[in-house]
């Protein structure tokens, strides 16, 4: 029933495969993860390794920092995760300034990863700031939080046990209400998994959830898969991505980064499939997951799009007055080093 309700919910007819038309540079070190209001909004690593979130004109002109006043702790990792559509709301991943120490906590800690952080709504400029919620000092890692089109319900993911390489992670989805001039978080609701989950947001209409996931899917770590689920978080999880290579093997079939395409009822994704020595590139698929479409091949060394090794496809931002037109984020380490693209299709 719910793989009909994705078919419902998708246009009369699939929309056609799209194609690159142009791509260009846009910022390096940014990964940008929204636009709205007239501006992008990215994240980006100082010299010590720290993230802040950032925003810049379309034209990559006028670059602040939106997460650098008073209002979060010095000296810990902030992103900006999500904007609201009017550009008056941010949702912003920060850590917490007292945990426990790990190897490697100043990278496990960055938007993304996001041990020890915390969610947190605040104004496009940071100038205010209010915590949703409250990890401990000993755990819980909080990833990829994501407003729904009306700016009224948000999904994101946890960490609720600890494990090697990813452990076992639950994924929200919440009400964003107004008590007393204060944001809070309500009718929350939970799906659970032995295995990663990796929440990236809601289908155009709201209905549904797009993440990634292994345990749920039934692949190996090392081969997430996207799936959907009703966004009331109902009935079972569905997978969407391609069965055209294996996914038994490691990065064999690995899919990342999912978000509907404006317009076009088709699902942008990233997958190790075609692309060159552990990189990602970008595909496309109808809502349903039929018809995937390789779209860039940033990765090729002979590609004319080629544009170094690893290109990892990342997150990205469509251009809210034109939805052929979006930013990326493309990973050229496996450590947390980006650049940005703006990629326009035929």
């Not at 931002?317 to 650049?339: L, Q, W």
Request: proline content about 6%; hydrophobic content about 40%; some cysteine.
């Amino acid at each position: 029933m719910l793989v009909g309700a994705l078919a419902a919910a998708a246009p009369a007819s699939a929309a056609q495969a799209p194609a690159v038309a142009t791509i260009a540079a846009w910022r390096n070190g940014a990964a940008p993860m929204a636009w709205a209001a007239g501006h992008i909004y990215y994240n980006q690593k100082g010299p010590t390794g720290v993230f802040s979130g950032w925003a810049a004109d379309p034209d990559g002109g006028h670059p602040r920092c939106v997460t650098c006043g008073g209002v979060y702790p010095a000296r810990t990792q902030h992103g900006i995760s999500d904007v609201t559509r009017d550009g008056k709301y941010a949702l912003a991943t920060i850590e917490r300034a007292n945990h426990i120490p790990i190897p490697g906590g100043k990278e496990l800690a960055a938007p993304g990863a996001g041990a020890f952080n915390d969610l947190w709504l605040q104004t496009p400029d940071g100038s205010r700031a209010w915590q949703l919620t409250r990890g401990s000092e000993s755990g819980n890692a909080l990833i990829w939080a994501r407003f729904d089109r009306t700016g009224k319900r948000v999904v994101w993911s946890t960490q609720w046990r600890f494990g090697v390489p990813f452990g076992a992670w639950l994924l929200h989805v919440a009400d964003l209400r107004w008590t007393r001039g204060s944001p809070v978080l309500a009718n929350e609701k939970t799906l659970k998994s032995s295995g990663l989950i990796e929440a990236y947001g809601f289908t155009l209409d709201g209905s549904h959830v797009l993440f990634a996931a292994d345990a749920l899917a039934g692949a190996k770590w090392s081969d997430l898969q996207i799936m959907t689920m009703r966004a009331n978080l109902t009935g079972l999880p569905v997978r969407l991505s391609p069965r055209d290579a294996s996914d038994h093997g490691y990065f064999t079939n690995y899919n990342e980064f999912a978000y509907a395409m404006p317009e076009s009822g088709r699902i942008i994704f990233a997958r190790s499939v075609g692309a060159f020595y552990e990189s990602l590139e970008y595909w496309t698929m109808n809502a349903d997951g039929s018809d995937p479409k390789q779209l860039t091949s940033l990765s090729q060394p002979l590609s004319k799009q080629y544009h170094g090794h690893p290109s990892l496809a990342g997150s990205i931002a469509f251009d809210p007055h034109n939805p052929r037109r979006f930013v990326a984020a493309i990973e050229t380490s496996y450590h947390g080093d980006y650049k940005a693209l703006m990629i326009t299709l035929e």
